[in-house]
């Protein structure tokens, strides 16, 4: 069904009030493919959205917004090292990770309670606590949006990289994705080192995988805001990746600076250690602001706009930029 003047205030997890002309919910691979023929929509501008998680509306959209509603999660299959797990690109990513759990399957559970759906989560390749989606990946299903076509990507097609893939360049726009199959393995190791969950798991001597589960949540539930409560799309910027030389030039004016090596040489900072120095936890511009236990995210404190949050952006990187000679690069997408 076509739906007209659609607010999107329910799709985006800033809260912005912007409304797009039109909204379909897409809930088949079948919807997903007549889309191309769809006359009512040809020539509009075509916004995909799932959970709304990683975008910031910073305007109300004259085109049509697709809602990717598309359910479904079954085992379809194993080898001798792995399960194969396809779930539809509509499902809620969290509650995703904990049925996996209850079906005796782990190797998700770093990645709980990261808001969004199955569906977004290659896009940006979630990544969380030592885990990156991408590692647990073994295939999609997608339909481009201009010719219909059904079409599957491979992990190589998919291209991840740190909070990166096909998806937000080359293929941005041109696809919806379907369904995603993960590759759960059936020997299963804890990962464990990162620090806030090595914390939370304090005693555990071996940590099963719901132990790890459950020290996420509660580790996600006392540094993040809740977007329900508190509008926000998680890490506002990602965490820059600087050369070795760059590195120790930042380390010898400032010896603080939270760092973590890379296996090819290059140093990854912590962008909300940066922030964070730079005076900006719990300040804002209107009703944006930096969350006050975490200075990578940014929230929306009530009535912000999506241009006031861009605006603090700037400000941010700007700062960081004179203090540290660090560019910051958003992780979400803006419309
Ligand atoms: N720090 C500060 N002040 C702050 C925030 C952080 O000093 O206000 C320092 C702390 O020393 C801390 C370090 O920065 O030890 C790293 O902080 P944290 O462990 O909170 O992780 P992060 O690097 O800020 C990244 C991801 C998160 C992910 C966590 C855990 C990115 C852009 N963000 O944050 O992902 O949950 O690690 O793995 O890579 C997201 O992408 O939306 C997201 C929340």
């Known amino acids: 069904m076509l739906l007209a003047d659609y607010s999107l205030l329910r799709h985006n997890t800033f809260g912005f009030d912007a409304r797009a002309r039109y909204a379909m919910h897409i809930d088949s691979v079948d919807a997903a493919a007549a889309l191309a023929t769809d006359t009512r929509i040809a020539n509009m501008p075509q916004l995909v959205l799932g959970g709304g998680s990683n975008v910031v509306l910073t305007r109300d959209f004259d085109g049509v ?27 809620n990513w ?4 904990a049925w996996t759990l209850a079906q005796g399957m782990p190797g998700l559970e770093n990645l709980a309670l990261i808001p969004g759906t199955v569906g977004a989560a290659p896009i940006q390749n979630i990544g969380a606590y030592g885990l990156e ?24 097609a ?5 909070r990166d893939s096909f998806f937000k360049r080359a293929g941005r726009g041109r696809f919806m994705i379907t369904s995603v199959v993960f590759r759960l393995p059936k020997v299963w190791t804890p990962r464990a080192g990162y620090a806030d969950v090595a914390r939370a798991l304090e005693g555990a001597a071996n940590p099963d995988a719901q132990a790890i589960f459950d020290a996420v949540v509660a580790v996600r539930r006392a540094k993040l805001p809740d977007w329900t409560v508190l509008g926000n799309a998680g890490s506002f910027f990602k965490n ?25 040489g290059h140093v990854k900072l912590a962008a909300g250690w940066l922030i964070d120095q730079c005076g900006w936890k719990g300040r804002g511009i209107g009703g944006a602001a930096v969350h006050d236990r975490q200075a990578l995210v940014l929230v929306n404190r009530g009535g912000a706009t999506g241009a006031q949050v861009l605006e603090l952006a700037e400000a941010i990187k700007r700062d960081v930029l004179a203090r540290f000679d660090v560019e910051l690069e958003m992780e979400p997408v803006t419309l």
């Open 65 to 91: 917004a697709l809602i990717v509603a598309i359910a479904g999660k079954r085992v379809i299959g194993e080898d001798d090292d792995a399960w194969l797990i396809e779930a539809g690109a509509g499902e």
């Open 240 to 264: 820059p990746v600087v050369s070795a030389a760059a590195f120790e030039t930042l380390k010898q004016c400032e010896p603080g600076v939270v760092s973590y090596p890379q296996a090819d």
């Open 94 to 97: 969290h509650d995703f990770v």
């Open 133 to 156: 989606m991408g590692e647990r990946f073994e295939r999609l299903s997608a339909v481009e949006l201009a010719t219909g076509e059904r079409v599957e990507f491979d992990r190589a």
């Open 158 to 162: 998919c291209a991840f990289g740190y």
